[in-house]
C-alpha cells in the first residue's frame, strides 16, 4: 500500500510537469489549431540560460523570474520572425518549421552548453517536509509551482481585458479584428505565454531528470498525450489530462509493464485517444453544421 | 465640411474574382444611408471592403481621412462598427464578455460599464442573458446582442449587414427604432444593407442601389419611393 501512494504521489509530481507542457501546447493550439512540436525544446533551451545564470552566482528566484521573462521574450520573437511569415501556408510547411526549430534549439543547446548531463538545482529544502516518506519537497513544491502558474493564468485569461481580448481571438479572428483587437500580437503574446509556461515546467523537472539537451523529448510526448486525453482545445482538460498520464504512467510502469515500456504509454494513449474520443475527455465534440 | 464616408471608385477581389468594378458614393456626417441590391450585388462585400476585410483598390475617406490602406483593427479603432454578414458573434463567451469586447478598441475603460448599461437599456432582453453563453441565444437575441456590440464601440459610422436577417416583423421594427433613436441621439451615421427595402427607404436619408459590383441609382430617400425601377424590384407595387 505504502508503495502504491508512493507511486501515485510521484506520478502527481510528474503530471505537473506534464499538465504545464500540456497547457502550454493547448495555448498555442487554441490560437493558432498548430501543435507546436518545438515547444519542449524551447523549455529546455530556457532552462540552459536558467543554468547559466545560477551558475554565474544569481540567487535562485532571480533567475527564475529572468528566464520566465527572457522565455516570453523568446516565444514572442519566434512568432514574429518565425512563424508569422509562413502563417498562411499550408500545413506541411508549418509542420516543417516545427521540425526545424526542434532541432535549432537542441543542437544549439548541445553545441553552447554540450552534451554532457548536468545537474540543476532545485529552490526547496533537501529534507522531505512535514516528515512524510513518500514524496520530496522538490516535488511538492513543484506541484505547489505548477498549481500557482495554472491560477494565474485562469486569472489572467477569466478577469483581464487582454486575456478576454486573447480568447476572443483564438475563437474568432475575424470578429476580433472588427472590435478593434490586434490579432497578430495576441497571438505572438500567446506564443510568449505558452514559451513562459513551458520554461517553468523545464525548471521544476530538471532537477528530477538533470539537465541535458534532450531533457524534454519523452516529456513532450507525454505531455501531447495528456493534452490529446484533456481535448486539445480544453485548458482544463489538459491540465487534467496531464496529472493523469502522469499516474498512469507511474502505476503502469511499477505494476503492469515495467519501466522500460514506460514511454509506450503515451504512444497508446495518442493512438487510443485519436482512435476511439479524438474530442478528448473533456474536449468539445464539435458538430459540424452541413 | 468634409463627408462622413467617402468611397471613390472602390474595386475589391476575393482571390481573382473582382466583385465591385469602382463604387463610389458619399455619406453626410450623421446621416443614415442604404445600400440596396439583388443577391450576389455586393452589397456585403462593399461592407467588408470599406473597412479592410477583403483586397481592394480606390479610395476610402471617413471625415476626410483615407483608411484604404488601413488594417481592419486600425479602421475599427477610428470609430467604425460593422454588424458583418452572420453576426459575428463570440458563441463561447458570453452576451456580457460580447459586449465588453465590443469597446475594447475604446481609450476609456472606465466608460464600459456604464455602456453596458445603457446596452441592457436598449435590449432588455441581453441584460436577462447576461451570464449565458452567446452561442445559446435565440437568433433574435444574437442579432440584438451584434448590434449593441457594435454601439459599444460608440462608433461615428456603423456598419449594419442585414440586421433584420430571420427577425419577427415586431423584433425588426423595434430594432429599426432603435437605429433611429441611436443616429438622432449620438450622431452616428449608419450604413444599412437591408433586404426589407420599404423598412430601409423609410428609415434612410439616401439609397444607393448596387448592381453587378457598381451603384447604379443614388439618390434621396424620400424621391426613391416613387422610382419606378426601385419600386418594381424592391418594393413589389
Ligand atoms: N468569400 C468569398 N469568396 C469568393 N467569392 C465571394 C465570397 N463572398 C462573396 N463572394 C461573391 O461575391 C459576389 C458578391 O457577394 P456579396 O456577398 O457581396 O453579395 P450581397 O449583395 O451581399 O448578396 P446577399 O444579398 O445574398 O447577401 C457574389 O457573386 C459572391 O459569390
Ligand atoms: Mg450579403
Redesign the pocket.
Known sequence: MDAFIAQVLSGLVTGGIYASVALALVMIYQATHLVNFAQGELAMFCTYLAWTMLDAGFPYWAAFAATIALAFVCGVVIERVVIRPIGESSVLAVVVVFIGLLVIFNSLAGWIFTYTVKPFPSPFPAEPLFGNHYVSSHGIGAIGVTLVVLALLYAFFRFTSLGLAMRAAAQNPVSARLVGIRVGWTRALGWGLAAAVGSIAGMMVAPTVYLDPNMMAGILLYAFAAALVGGIDNPWGAVAGGFLVGVLENLLGAYVIGTELKLTVALVLIVGVLVIRPSGLFGRVTVKRV | MSALLEAGQLEAW??A?Q?LHGVSFSMAPGSIATLL??????????LRALCGMVRTRGAVRLDGQSIAAMATEDIVRLGVAHVP?GRGTFLDLTTEENLRLGGYARGNRRELAGDIERMYGYFPRLKERRAQQAGTLSGGEQQMLAIARALMLRPRLLLLD?PSFGLAPLLVAAIFDILRTINAREKVGILL?E?NAALALELADQVFL?ETGRIVIAGAAATMRDNDAVRRSYLGY
Open positions: 476575393y482571390g474574382t466583385v441590391g439583388a443577391n450576389g450585388a455586393g452589397k456585403t462585400t462593399t454578414d442585414e444593407v433586404q448596387l
